[in-house]
């Protein structure tokens, strides 16, 4: 048996604006460029490929099914400037055969900081996916897919049946991501790996022509999953849903290669298609898996060090963590948001210095010049809404 | 491969920035095994200087009528200063002191008043001689030591072999052009700075023309920047196709910073713009961003080390602004005076306008000390680790400044990372590179 089980995360950051040491107003986000960036992607993905998946759902009925993971943060940007994006995600949601899965509303780092902003954070999120599209999220995947044991344990106690993660080589070792596993000592929840080389074949590698398998079509990767029976029970493909037309532009023929997957993999009969709950109803944890530290799905590194590798990223989290009591305390709703917002990941993610393994994928999401200038200009926000407070 | 070079400064006969630079690419060029002669204008050296050794010509070649001299360490270079004209001179102060005199002098005999009396030379960069505005007489003199220069270099390169001849900067141009057309050998132009870095719109006509005429009688062009080189490109008409951008390096000797000096007052921090006080180098707009700095924060002193034609502007400047009290013009600083300048400081600031290269943003970041450049230079190109800014910006310029005096992360990264980058500029690679043009410009010649 080969299920494989898509998800695919959608997320829009809120950019900053350039703000300077001399501004003193409060508005910290570039909504222009929002509305620009959310239109453009709408444009170019999510609503040709929310298409794409409709007809998919219509044309093999019961045998494929979806997951994705929407953060509030983008929501809220599809509700202002892109509505017709929610509209295909509710249209979607409507053939009862799309899973959405929960995660931290502000698509944040809370985990690491704050266990109790983290809790109020995946409440949110899933009051907001309940709100616009009449579900409850069973399956929990975190921010960039970070994970350790702990965190399975907190999001089992908040009903969570099954969480995701990595499949990656360190943790797993001789162990394959295409079965199920327990996170040690947990009982009621399960736990999905990322498996990375196939998710990533697609997600990276699909239109570079110097990878030795380029140009990869359906047949072949249906060929690659077939080989995946007798040797586990899931497929695990976790991605960035900008990766149809956004990182892997259309003219790559990535519609074309989704269009026609479900075709070859379902021309096995052992092949299907599953949500992440369902996957983890329908196999038994093989074995427990213990994740003492924290991994991740960014770089080659697999960890932290994409948010946390730096001093001045350090720096700039401990500083918006230690205004927490004080935002809560002050009772300004607005204050309250705009906090919430500074701690998306994506902020410390920009201030990243890493780049010379992974420069590419840095430079391509950065807006800023360099990553003291966004450190300096998050910095600068933190002040003020600490003069807010002082108010 | 036996190359002619020429220059016009060379340590320690002099050592301003483009000394600095022909002095790592000539030992970075006799460590790859190419020889080099160096003929630099200049009269005898000064017998204090210990690592330079006159070799008698007589010794070296029977046929040669020049004196030669060693450099202690440079194993396959002979330097040939050439031109009584020009005494030598080992520091500025010497140098301006010297000029000085002969000012004085020449007053004296023409019944001059000594208000009339012009700027006096500066020795770092002898073409920005107040050339554009200041009195002809000078720049006469100038070009009149250019043309002897270039007689007296064909002297030595007829006495001597070599096989490319590689000119840096306008002032060698001349002699350049005229070897090349003597020997029919190539001649390969070395761009370290352009009559538009130096004197924005308001050009010399005569020194853009020699600068044209060498860009366009040499093999290849070599630009410090990709910046110089569209500079070379559009305003000399010279195709990009005869540019190779050879950036500049620095060395890195590993010596452990002086540990010993006390900084000025604890509490303060420090921000220093540290080199000659010109127009080019936009010491005003430094000013500026400290004024806005110092608008918000209170324990910051700005230091401004350097000489030059603007630094009697600057210190009115700042007392007109306000700021007197927060910045210390120290004048011009050598040594031991440079290593403890950057040892107190928390910042360095290069604003300016227009810089072809600019290496002391590395020799900063070789300190251990953050920067920040303005765009509008070479080394903002290549360098990644730094602060950036446009010159004129001076509203982000004060923004990025309270930033590294604010945040200790922000300074700790930056220097860690710079520490590490600065290695990577190496005047082997950059040597390299130049055979390599040596190669092409030879080939071309066939």
């Known amino acids: 048996m080969a299920s494989v089980c898509f998800y695919f995360q959608v997320h829009q950051p809120s950019r900053l604006r350039r703000y300077s040491v001399f501004d003193t107003d409060t508005n910290y986000f570039d909504d222009y460029k929002n509305a620009e960036i959310c239109r453009k992607v709408a444009q170019k993905c999510y609503v040709p490929s929310n298409r794409l998946m409709l007809e998919l759902i219509r044309r093999y009925g019961k045998a494929f099914w979806v997951s994705y993971s929407i953060t509030g943060v983008a929501i809220e940007q599809f509700e202002r400037w892109a509505p017709e994006v929610l509209d295909t995600f509710r249209a979607l949601v409507d053939t009862g055969q799309v899973e959405l899965l929960g995660e931290t509303y502000y698509h944040s780092l809370a985990f690491l900081y704050s266990r109790e902003e983290f809790r109020a954070q995946v409440e949110a999120h899933a009051a907001k996916i309940g709100e616009t599209f009449g579900l409850r999220p069973r399956v929990f995947r975190n921010t960039e897919l970070i994970y350790n044991n702990d965190l399975s344990h907190f999001v089992q106690g908040m009903g969570h049946i099954g969480i995701c993660a990595e499949g990656a080589d360190h943790v797993l070792g001789y162990r394959s991501p295409n079965y199920v596993y327990r996170p040690v000592g947990a009982e009621k929840i399960s736990l999905l790996l990322k498996n990375y080389r196939l998710s990533d074949d697609i997600a990276f590698r699909f239109s570079d022509r110097n990878w030795s398998e380029w140009p990869l079509r359906a047949e072949k990767f249906a060929q690659w999953i077939n080989e995946v029976n007798g040797n586990g029970f899931v497929v695990n493909l976790f991605m960035d849903y900008e990766t149809f037309g956004e990182h892997q532009w259309a003219d790559s023929g990535i519609f074309d290669f989704m269009y026609h997957l479900p075709e070859h993999v379902l021309r096995h009969p052992d092949n299907n298609f599953m949500t992440l709950s369902r996957a983890v109803q329908t196999y038994a944890p093989v074995a427990e898996l213990d994740i003492p530290h924290m991994i991740s799905w960014a770089d080659v590194e697999r960890d932290l060090s994409a948010w946390l590798g730096n001093a001045m990223q350090s720096n700039a989290l401990h500083e918006l963590y230690r205004l927490e009591e004080p935002v809560k305390a002050g009772g300004d709703p607005q204050l309250l948001h705009d906090w919430r917002r500074l701690q998306t990941s994506d902020h410390f993610y920009y201030m990243c210095t890493k780049w010379f393994a992974d420069g590419d994928v840095h430079k391509y999401f950065n807006p800023y010049e360099s990553p003291y200038d966004s450190y300096i200009n998050f910095m600068n926000c933190l002040d003020n809404v600490r003069s807010r407070l002082r108010r | ?446």
Not at chain 2, 211 to 227: P, T
Not at chain 2, 416 to 444: I, M, N, P, T
């Open chain 2, 1 to 446: 491969m036996r190359i002619l070079m020429l220059g016009w400064e060379f340590p320690p006969f002099i050592s301003g920035g483009l000394g600095t630079a022909c002095y790592g690419l000539a030992k970075a060029l006799s460590d790859l095994g190419a020889e080099i002669l160096f003929v630099l204008p200049g009269g005898a050296a000064d017998q204090r200087l210990d690592r330079v050794r006159v070799v008698s010509a007589a010794e070296r070649s029977p046929g040669r009528t020049f004196t030669y001299w060693t450099v202690e360490g440079l194993e396959h270079v002979e330097l040939v200063p050439v031109g009584a004209a020009i005494q030598p001179y080992v520091t500025e102060e010497e140098y301006l002191e010297q000029r000085r005199r002969e000012e004085r002098a020449a007053a004296r005999t023409a019944g001059e008043s000594a208000q009339t009396r012009p700027p006096a030379l500066d020795p770092m960069r002898p073409t920005s001689l107040g050339l554009t505005s200041g009195p002809t007489i000078y720049a006469g003199d100038l070009f009149s030591e250019v043309h002897r220069y270039a007689r007296l270099v064909a002297e030595v390169a007829r006495q001597a072999h070599f096989d490319v001849i590689h000119a840096h900067d306008w002032m060698t141009f001349p002699a350049g052009l005229s070897v090349a057309a003597l020997s029919g050998k190539p001649l390969v132009a070395h761009m370290h700075s352009t009559e538009f870095d130096r004197s924005g719109l308001s050009v010399n006509q005569r020194i853009y023309d020699v600068e044209r005429a060498g860009l366009h009688g040499a093999r290849l062009a070599v630009c410090v920047s990709r910046m110089t080189r569209d500079l070379v490109t559009s305003r000399y008409g010279v195709p990009e196709a005869k540019c190779r951008v050879i950036y500049n390096a620095i060395t890195v000797n590993g010596e452990p910073v002086h540990q010993q000096c006390q900084r000025i007052e604890k509490d303060d921090k420090i921000v220093l713009f540290l080199g000659r006080i010109t127009m080019q180098k936009g010491p005003e707009y430094f000013l500026a961003a400290a004024k806005k700095v110092a608008e918000v924060m209170d324990n910051v002193k700005f230091i401004m080390a350097g000489s030059g034609d603007m630094i009697k502007r600057m210190i009115e400047l700042a007392a007109a602004m306000g700021i007197g009290h927060r910045v210390t013009f120290t004048g011009f600083l050598r040594g031991d005076d440079v290593d403890r300048i950057y040892e107190m400081a928390d910042l360095y600031v290069m604003p300016s306008v227009s810089e072809p290269f600019g290496l002391a943003p590395l020799e900063a970041l070789s300190h251990d000390v953050p920067v920040l450049i303005s765009k509008q230079s070479g080394v903002s190109e290549v360098l990644v680790h730094a602060l950036k800014v446009d010159f004129w910006d001076i509203h982000e310029m004060a923004n990025k400044i309270i930033a590294v005096l604010r945040h200790p992360p922000l300074q700790k990264t930056l220097k860690e990372h710079g520490a590490f980058e600065v290695r990577k500029f190496s005047w082997a690679d950059a040597a390299r590179q130049c055979l390599d043009a040596y190669q092409e410009a030879l080939q071309g010649a066939r």
